[in-house]
């Protein structure tokens, strides 16, 4: 296993700073988070109508696929509006063994699961 210092030296941004929007990594975090953060209202409605109703469905599938099962705790990383999230608390049975961890404030207060479950307002670079 790779220590610190060569993981961290291997990480690359995505692709040069658009200068147009941005001109470094926290302006490009700031435009992305911004996009999602006036987004965050439409997200779920958008996603049903795009999905043809079928993303509910697909998400507890992949979910159970990947080997989720009742009782496991799980950290959603990049948890949006909580959609794939409130197919995990399906399958776990609690709610209080989930957290949701995503840099878009306004995503995180569009969720469902707000009063339900702890999501975090953070970045993965982060933890």
């Not at 291997?10 to 490009?28: F, M, V």
């Not at 079928?54 to 979910?63: E, H, K, P």
């Not at 990947?66 to 995990?88: E, F, H, S």
Request: hydrophobic letters at 40%.
């Amino acid at each position: 296993m790779p220590d610190s210092e060569q993981f961290n030296s291997s990480i690359k941004a995505p692709h040069q700073p658009i200068a147009g929007y941005y001109t470094n990594e926290e302006g490009r975090a700031s435009f992305v988070r911004e996009i999602f953060d006036t987004t965050s209202v439409d997200y779920d409605r958008i996603e049903y109508l795009l999905a043809l109703g079928t993303g509910q469905w697909y998400r507890g599938q992949a979910l159970k696929r990947a080997g989720l099962q009742p009782g496991m705790r799980v950290l959603d990383v990049g948890c949006g509006t909580g959609l794939v999230a409130a197919q995990a608390i399906e399958i776990i049975g609690s709610s209080e063994l989930l957290i949701g961890l995503d840099p878009s404030l306004g995503m995180l207060q569009a969720s469902t699961l707000l009063k339900r479950a702890t999501l975090i307002g953070g970045r993965a670079e982060h933890i």
